[in-house]
């Protein structure tokens, strides 16, 4: 069974790097994405990006000029950098497997998240 | 961006009642979607994608429908566990977005 674990700075201040490394345990790096999601307090989820083995990226337009996801693939881990953070940060981020592809005899699409880490608070203060 | 709309935002519903939440799109998104459950400290869980299709080990309570512009999720029978936040997201076109999720509360 996949498991997500997930650790990084939870207090920044404002103009510092958020960073944060997500490890797989259980399970290997290929054949998925892996991605970031945030959800800001008393707001919805946001999805932020995410990436392979090959290290293609996918990231959120409204996030991309200070977001950047990479992997470490030997070490079955990814990890997440915002640069520049502001209040507008503060967040539970959480990671979580990307699993995507077709089904059913209509080649239907799916994509979805279907593993998950428990989630860390990250707070930009002064 | 596909922007996601959810309604009502918040539902209060007894335990044993039908609860059903929607869901719609900006812009067409096929079937191409899919519905979390988010409960406070815990990660979301997922419950359906391709509108319709029950993730592994969901109840056959959560049932799903819809396509194009407009969802809905739909629990028959609302259980003790099922009082949580609930997410729709479109996966037909990028950035991946979500709703602003459904409140479910005990009446």
């Known amino acids: 069974q996949v498991q997500l674990q997930q650790w990084g700075a939870g207090l920044l201040r404002p103009s510092e790097t958020l960073s944060l490394t997500c490890a797989i345990y259980?399970?290997?790096?290929?054949?998925?994405?892996w991605g970031w999601i945030r959800q800001p307090p008393g707001k919805g989820l946001e999805w932020i990006g995410e990436i392979n083995h090959s290290g293609k990226t996918n990231y959120n337009p409204s996030l991309k000029s200070r977001v950047i996801i990479s992997e470490d693939t030997p070490k079955n881990q990814f990890s997440l950098k915002v640069i520049s953070v502001t209040a507008a940060d503060t967040a539970v981020y959480y990671c979580a497997r990307v699993s995507s592809g077709e089904y059913g005899f209509l080649r239907s699409y799916y994509y979805y998240m279907d593993v998950w880490g428990k989630g860390t608070t990250v707070t930009v203060s002064s | 961006e596909i922007v996601m709309t959810q309604s009502p935002a918040t539902m209060s519903v007894s335990p044993g009642e039908r609860a059903t939440l929607s869901c719609r799109a900006s812009q067409s998104i096929s079937s191409n979607l899919g519905w979390y459950q988010h409960k406070p400290g815990q990660a979301p869980r997922l419950l359906i994608y391709g509108a319709s299709t029950r993730a592994t080990g969901i109840p056959a309570r959560f049932s799903g429908g819809g396509s194009g512009t407009e969802f809905t999720l739909t629990i028959s029978s609302l259980q003790s566990e099922d009082f949580a936040v609930y997410y729709c997201?479109?996966?037909?076109?990028?950035?991946?977005?979500f709703g602003q999720g459904t409140k479910v509360e005990i009446k």
């Open positions: 259980g399970g290997s790096f290929s054949y998925h994405y």
């Open positions: 997201q479109q996966y037909n076109d990028w950035p991946r977005t």
